[in-house]
């Protein structure tokens, strides 16, 4: 099955400097990859998502980047703010079973911004 | 519109009690699945669902049942519950049964400890 291994764990940054987290995966039929805020004590929330025919996103200060080739993808995050203190988690999903089976998430990263 | 919810909000069991995790939706989705959350292991899927009458297993589906008699509701039962399934529970659904490449929407979480 499909493995996604992300990285760092936990991330610090200063108030205003940007984020960048990575993540890799191992089955090159994956063909959709979303990227989930999670607050403490909430539910994972969808902030931004991009699918196998496109090797950029953008939506504001947050952008994904797609590397079909190296099986890896990366969420950036500009001009950070408090607010963006959370568990980020990303994921990839394959179309077996017409991607029924769910999504494969990686181990997540703690944001933390310093002010 | 409700979205997603999922009662109770937290629970304590005994070794070897039963109980079931509630989830319902009103969105009319046909797309419905159960992750737990461990510390430092995101989210991993139990069972889904890709319509009423049809379940399948997940990554983790040892020590669970599930049934999906309507298509708002999607109930997680726990047969015999082991200090092992001390999580937090998370039911998600989509619109599309190619849940993986549709925006997946998540409950509030059930905190579930077993003593």
């Known amino acids: 099955g499909e493995n996604v291994e992300q990285h760092p764990s936990t991330l610090s940054v200063q108030e205003g400097d940007s984020a960048v987290i990575k993540c890799t995966y191992s089955?090159?039929?994956?063909?959709?990859f979303p990227w989930y805020k999670q607050e403490l004590g909430k539910r994972p929330q969808l902030i931004i998502d991009?699918?196998?025919n496109v090797g950029e996103k953008k939506d504001q200060r947050i952008a994904v980047t797609l590397n079909k080739t190296a099986k890896h993808f990366s969420l950036h995050i500009t001009e950070t703010q408090p607010e963006d203190s959370a568990v980020y988690f990303c994921a990839a999903s394959t179309p077996w079973g017409g991607g029924a089976d769910g999504l494969t998430f990686g181990k997540g990263t703690h944001l933390i911004i310093q002010p | 519109n409700a979205g997603v919810t999922q009662t109770p909000k937290f629970q304590v069991l005994k070794t070897g009690q039963s109980m079931t995790l509630q989830c319902a939706q009103d969105m009319n989705h046909e797309y419905m699945s159960w992750y737990r959350q461990d510390p430092g292991m995101g989210l991993r899927l139990i069972h889904y669902?890709?319509?009423?009458?049809?379940?399948d297993q997940g990554e983790v589906p040892n020590g669970y049942n599930v049934s999906r008699s309507t298509t708002e509701d999607f109930p997680l039962r726990l047969l015999s519950a082991a200090p092992s399934q001390t999580s937090v529970y998370f039911c998600?659904?989509?619109?599309?049964?190619?849940?993986?490449?549709?925006?997946?929407?998540f409950g509030p979480g059930t905190r579930l400890t077993v003593l």
């Open positions: 991009i699918r196998s």
């Open positions: 089955d090159s039929a994956s063909n959709y």
């Open positions: 998600a659904s989509s619109y599309s049964i190619f849940a993986g490449t549709d925006t997946q929407y």
């Open positions: 669902s890709v319509g009423a009458g049809i379940t």
